[in-house]
């Protein structure tokens, strides 16, 4: 019969939880996002640059802005107002509209990061005063 001293074998294997899984910031999830998205880095290596337990915690952010904060999540509209006939146009308006279009989708892309930068700005300042800035819909008003 062979006896086996437990005291002397490591347990390299088992991995123990120690405590909850950690909180991260939503400013931290978004960076680690978009440079995932913008093709810079793997799962891996985000996980490694921003010292992430493995790489997928680094996939949940992604999933997890895409879900709240992806370009394709903003409202559709339902029944979309039919385009009048198309006329013929000048070669020199078409360009100018073009330049338009650019200019009406920078300020676009500016104003929904503006919005992004003011939602993530209540939800610290939220959790640093304790207090519920956000009104609730169909909350009661208190009685004066």
């Known amino acids: ?21 950690p ?7 978004i960076t680690v996002a978009r440079e995932y998205l913008s093709g810079a880095q793997s799962y891996g290596q985000l996980a ?3 010292a992430l337990r493995n790489a997928a915690v680094a996939r949940s952010m992604v999933r997890w802005y895409e879900k709240y904060y992806s370009l394709d999540r903003l409202p559709v509209v339902e ?20 330049a338009a279009d650019k200019e009406k989708d920078k300020q676009l ?4 990061l503006k919005v992004e930068a003011l939602e993530l ?4 300042a939220q959790k640093e005063l304790g207090i ?4 609730k819909s169909g909350s009661k008003q208190p009685n004066k």
């Open 23 to 29: 909180i991260y910031a939503d400013s931290l999830k």
């Open 79 to 98: 029944n979309p107002p039919v385009a009048p006939a198309v006329t013929p146009v000048a070669p020199s308006s078409v360009s100018q509209k073009d």
């Open 132 to 135: 519920d800035l956000i009104k």
């Open 48 to 50: 490694e640059k921003y």
């Open 109 to 112: 892309k500016e104003a929904l």
């Open 121 to 124: 700005l209540i939800a610290n």
């Open 1 to 21: 019969m062979l006896w086996v001293n437990y005291d002397l074998i490591k347990f390299t294997n088992m991995k123990r939880k120690a405590g909850p899984p």
